[in-house]
C-alpha cells in the first residue's frame, strides 16, 4: 500500500465524486451499513446535494487510483460549549482493505478539519456488534456520551419522517 493517499474530497471533481458514490454503496451493502445499497435517487444526486452544504465535508483514501475509504462530516452545533461539533456521520473502508490503519488515518484528517473549523468535539454512532470499529474509535479516543454517571450513557435514537 505505498501507493496509499488520504485527502480531502473535492465534490466537484469527477473522480472524487464516483470514489464518494462507490464506496458509500459498498458501505451500504455490507452488513455494517445496513446491507441494502445506496437507491438510485442517492446515487445520482449525493454528491451535489452534499457540495451544496457548507457544513459537509468528505475525506477519501485511494490505493493507487482505486478509491478505498470514505469518511463523511456534517458541522453541526453544540449549544452547551457554543461552539461547531462535526458529527462523522459515515466511516468506510473497503472489504479488501480492513485492518491496516485507513479508517484512523482519515479520522485523523477528518479531525484536523474539524479544529479548522472551530469544533469542539466530534461526534458518531457505531453498532455494538462492530467490534472492530469500537476498539479502533476507543483507541483513538472516542468515549461513550454522558454528562453525570449517575444519568447514564446517552442513547442514539432515530425516527423516520415520510
Request: glycine share 10%; proline share 4%.
Amino acid at each position: 500500500m505505498s501507493g496509499l493517499s488520504i485527502l480531502r474530497a473535492d465534490y466537484a471533481d469527477p473522480v472524487h465524486a464516483a470514489a464518494l458514490v462507490l464506496l458509500l454503496d459498498a458501505y451500504a451493502s455490507d452488513p455494517a451499513g445496513g446491507g441494502e445499497g445506496l437507491s438510485d435517487f442517492a446515487k445520482h444526486n449525493l454528491v451535489r446535494e452534499l457540495a451544496a452544504r457548507p457544513q459537509a465535508y468528505s475525506v477519501l483514501a485511494f490505493d493507487g487510483l482505486q478509491p478505498v475509504g470514505l469518511v463523511n462530516c456534517i458541522e453541526g452545533f453544540s449549544t452547551f460549549a457554543c461552539k461547531p461539533l462535526v458529527n462523522v456521520h459515515d466511516v468506510a473502508v473497503l472489504a479488501s482493505h480492513r485492518g491496516r490503519g485507513i479508517a484512523e488515518q482519515m479520522l485523523a484528517l477528518a479531525e484536523a478539519i474539524a479544529v479548522e473549523r472551530g469544533a469542539v468535539k466530534m461526534t458518531l454512532e457505531v453498532l455494538s456488534g462492530n467490534q472492530p470499529a469500537v476498539r479502533l474509535y476507543e483507541r483513538i479516543g472516542y468515549a461513550g456520551y454522558q454528562l453525570d454517571p449517575a444519568m447514564g450513557t446517552a442513547r442514539f435514537f432515530q425516527k423516520w419522517l415520510s
